[in-house]
């Protein structure tokens, strides 16, 4: 009768000889439940050679930049963005793993979603505008996508990929308290690609839940879940002062989720840190923000000139969204195939503002990316979109799933990844209805990071090794070989 080792990270078959490098075998008495402090135990890929590991450190560099946008006011004039992302795109195709990216659901949906965009061009209102759009915005956008999704090699550079990001964010941030500015009392860069409130707030939550993810990686010691504790106390102010309802709102969705996480003890300290953090909130953030907030749920009591500029702000800005919603609506309607052109909407909006006797329209984007999509593309392209998000969702369930049950270090990291990608998903979903970022490359970056993140995590070397007693006489494996 076969005997076994329970007590090993893997198990060996004591009547079957195997010839492994000591070096590859566990003390005795280890146990997954009591891993080394920091310990990450992640696939090696043991296929990704020099170029694989050079476009994977050129890929943070490129992530860094695309959180933090540092090189929008230092070395401007350098194009180092432009050079890393050629030197990453060399590596991908170096390493034969350009194709292979668009082999899955994500990777095919997205491209259907650019072939529905690149059709809707010979309908578009504005030609130029649309060419313009496509040509610069989306093609960078797309290829960020291809560059994430290629330049991932195993889980474990997933995670580093998802730190350099938050401490890109967390640059960010800093940037935002240091030399930013004020429009009407929110915080915002003066320049670049956060050069709005909205779109800094969207940085923020993103920033939020990536930092969550440092605390609560089982992988990391005290002393960097205690770092990480402190990384969020900047994004949340920046986040406050930008007035924000769509990132506040965004935040407050994903709350159940997080608390849903948690055991009782961790519950009690989620609420807690709640209603501590807003409280804390209460006296760093200005009076007219914090009406500006209040205005979500009842009206609020002006009490001067600054703050009812501030409100008249705020109710003319929602006003103004739903008279959009509507105008973004009835133009899908009326244009439900190709739509009236990518980045047309406010063209569009405006014609149909003079044809029903306005003076003019808005010349505002939608403010909802899904009738932003729709209105400019058409309902196929929109279909595509929400393809995506949902083969996204699918895949990291699925990944969860696999490895909720295994008590090993590394499943539960994968888990715990997996968790903080869909939390991050549904906080996308949630803003998409206040903001049109249909064309972002913050988007086609996160789609890139599942992607990678879940292929990995399917792959054998990725899987945590365990045979149960009454199993067949299969070899023994190890980790890291196949």
């Known amino acids: 009768m076969s005997r076994f080792r329970p007590n090993l990270t893997f198990q060996q078959r004591t009547d079957t000889p195997v010839s492994t490098p000591k070096s590859l075998l566990p003390p005795a008495g280890a146990l997954w439940s009591r891993p080394a402090p920091g ?206 309802r769509a990132g506040m709102v965004s935040l407050v969705c994903l709350l159940p989720f997080v608390f849903l996480r948690y055991s009782a003890r961790g519950r009690l300290a989620l609420v807690s840190a709640t209603l501590l953090g807003m409280l804390l909130a209460t006296f760093v953030t200005p009076e007219t923000l914090r009406k500006r907030f209040s205005s979500i749920l009842a009206k609020v009591e002006i009490t001067s000139d600054e703050e009812y500029d501030q409100m008249v702000s705020a109710t003319g800005s ?24 990518v980045g047309n909407f406010s063209v569009a909006e405006d014609d149909m503002a003079r044809g029903s006797g306005r003076h003019m329209g808005f010349w505002r984007g939608t403010h909802n990316t899904y009738t932003q999509i729709s209105s400019e593309a058409g309902i196929p392209a929109l279909i595509a979109f929400l393809a995506c998000l949902w083969f996204a969702r699918q895949k990291l369930l699925r990944v969860e799933k696999a490895h909720r049950s295994r008590p090993d270090l590394q499943s539960k990291e994968i888990v ?22 249909g064309y972002a490359s913050t988007v086609a970056i996160f789609l890139g990071m599942v992607d990678g993140f879940t292929r990995a995590a399917w792959a054998p070397g990725a899987r945590p090794i365990q045979q149960m007693a009454g199993q067949g006489p299969s070899p023994a494996r190890f980790p890291g070989k196949r």
């Open 318 to 341: 929602s006003r103004q969204r739903l008279e959009l919603l509507r105008a973004s609506i009835l133009l899908t309607l009326r244009h439900p195939i190709l739509g009236v052109g």
């Open 39 to 244: 310990a990450a135990l992640w696939r090696q890929d043991e296929s990704a050679g020099p170029i694989e590991r050079l476009g994977f450190w050129l890929l943070c560099i490129f992530l860094f930049h695309c959180s933090s946008r540092i090189l929008d006011f230092v070395l401007t004039g350098f194009h180092i963005p432009l050079v890393i992302s050629v030197a990453c795109l060399i590596c991908l195709l170096a390493a034969g793993r350009f194709f292979s990216v668009f082999s899955s659901r994500i990777g095919m949906a997205l491209i259907a979603y650019s072939i529905w965009l690149c059709l809707s061009l010979p309908g578009s209102v504005w030609r130029g505008g649309s060419f313009l759009l496509l040509t610069d915005q989306w093609a960078k956008s797309l290829l960020a996508f291809v560059l994430v999704s290629g330049l991932l090699p195993s889980g474990r550079h997933t995670v580093k990929a998802i730190r350099v990001q938050a401490y890109g964010l967390l640059v960010a941030a800093v940037l935002a308290i240091w030399i930013g500015v004020e429009v009407q009392g929110r915080l915002m860069l003066p320049k670049g690609f956060y050069g709005s409130p909205n779109e800094v707030a969207t940085a923020m939550v993103l920033a939020c839940i990536y930092w969550w993810l440092l605390l609560n990686n089982p992988a990391h010691s005290r002393l960097g879940k205690a770092v990480a504790l402190f990384g969020f106390v900047p994004v949340l102010y920046v986040m406050l002062l930008t007035g924000s």
């Open 416 to 437: 715990a990844t997996a968790f903080t990608l869909r939390l991050a998903l549904y906080g996308y979903a949630v803003f998409f209805m206040f903001e049109h970022i």
